[in-house]
Nanobody
């Protein structure tokens, strides 16, 4: 069994920063292809924020490009999202996503709330 658990969300003022972490439990025998972050704002559909292949350059949504940085530690099966220059439009529940190399399944975390005050 694989479980993704996000952490690091919270309340921050506009212009501030947060660093999100996603840890994959049950990952000692698993590895992941793409890992990424999605978010869902109130009344909105879940949207892609940042996607990282196992090796290579990540991709970012235009709305966060230049402000957010995704990184991963393959040895620990963890993925991070450094969020700088946050604005109220970034307020959302942020979800970690990982695609398993071993079985091809797509895994989701439970989400962590990020709230940016104006």
């Amino acid at each position: 069994q694989v479980q993704l658990v996000e952490s690091g969300g919270g309340l921050v003022q506009a212009g501030g920063s947060l660093r999100l972490s996603c840890a994959a439990s049950g990952s000692s025998i698993f590895s992941f292809n793409t890992m990424g972050w999605y978010r869902q704002a109130p009344g909105k559909q879940r949207e892609w924020v940042a996607i990282s292949p196992r090796v290579g350059s990540p991709n970012y949504a235009d709305s966060v490009k230049g402000r957010f940085t995704i990184s991963r530690d393959n040895a620990k099966n963890m993925v991070y999202l450094q969020m700088n220059s946050l604005n109220p439009e970034d307020t959302a529940v942020y979800y970690c996503n990982a695609l398993s190399v071993n079985n091809g399944r797509n895994y989701w975390g439970q989400g962590t709330q990020v709230t940016v005050s104006s």
